[in-house]
T-cell receptor
Framework: AQSVTQLGSHVSVSEGALVLLRCNYS??????LFWYVQYPNQGLQLLLK??????LVKGINGFEAEFKKSETSFHLTKPSAHMSDAAEYFC?????????????????FGQGTILTVHP | NAGVMQNPRHLVRRRGQEARLRCSPM?????VYWYRQLPEEGLKFMVY????????ESGMPKERFSAEFPKEGPSILRIQQVVRGDSAAYFC????????????FGQGTRLTVV
């Protein structure tokens, strides 16, 4: 079974400070991992994803995340926060497909982390 | 290329009425996924459909909820005899095929049951 734990439902940083949003997962199949961002009353936008290959993945808006299999983690970082980064962030892991393997659209999401950026 | 289109964006229903939520996938996408986001919670998978087929409905409540994705037209999520606990945001996502690694999400339908 798949599960995702996001540590910290609320994270607050100052503009220009490092952003670190934590995500740990468990998966019964080789995981594909995703970070999505949701602005108020909007849908989800994909920030970045890990499928195979390089474990440090770069996404949009200066975000990146590192897949660490030994720690079952996929933490999201950004070196310098901007006011426009204020939003809710969801970590997700892909689930098993109906015929085995991995289903990339059937995702298990974490509870979300609301990021607040102070001037 | 238009994204995933969901309508209506907001829907208000009285208890006992039916709610019909529509999702038009991105052009060329034949896989559709429905998710529900309850207040203060993350998204929960409900159902996965391909054209004319339900592939995985392991997240669907056993009663009152149904989904379809006909050969022509949008995917429909139907909730019969709505109750206050059905109030949530319902998101649809589509992908090109099962091997595609990204599912694109619509902006959601926010259902309020009064």
């Amino acid at each position: 079974a798949q599960s995702v734990t996001q540590l910290g439902s609320h994270v607050s940083v100052s503009e220009g400070a490092l952003v670190l949003l934590r995500c740990n997962y468990s998966s019964s199949v080789p995981p594909y991992l995703f970070w999505y961002v949701q602005y108020p009353n909007q849908g989800l936008q994909l920030l970045l994803k890990y499928t195979t290959g390089a474990t440090l993945v770069k996404g949009i808006n200066g975000f990146e995340a590192e897949f660490k299999k030994s720690e079952t983690s996929f933490h999201l970082t950004k070196p310098s926060a901007h006011m426009s980064d204020a939003a809710e962030y969801f970590c997700a892991v892909s689930g098993p497909g109906p015929a085995g393997g991995t289903s990339y659209g059937k995702l298990t999401f974490g509870q979300g982390t609301i990021l607040t950026v102070h001037p | 290329n238009a994204g995933v289109m969901q309508n209506p964006r907001h829907l208000v229903r009285r208890r006992g009425q039916e709610a019909r939520l529509r999702c038009s996938p991105m052009k060329g996408h034949s896989h559709v996924y429905w998710y529900r986001q309850l207040p203060e919670e993350g998204l929960k998978f409900m159902v996965y459909l391909q054209k004319e087929n339900i592939i995985d409905e392991s997240g669907m409540p056993k009663e009152r909820f149904s989904a379809e994705f006909p050969k022509e037209g949008p995917s429909i999520l139907r909730i019969q005899q709505v109750v206050r606990g059905d109030s949530a945001a319902y998101f649809c996502a589509s992908s090109m095929d099962r091997m595609n690694t990204e599912a694109f999400f619509g902006q959601g339908t926010r259902l309020t049951v009064v």
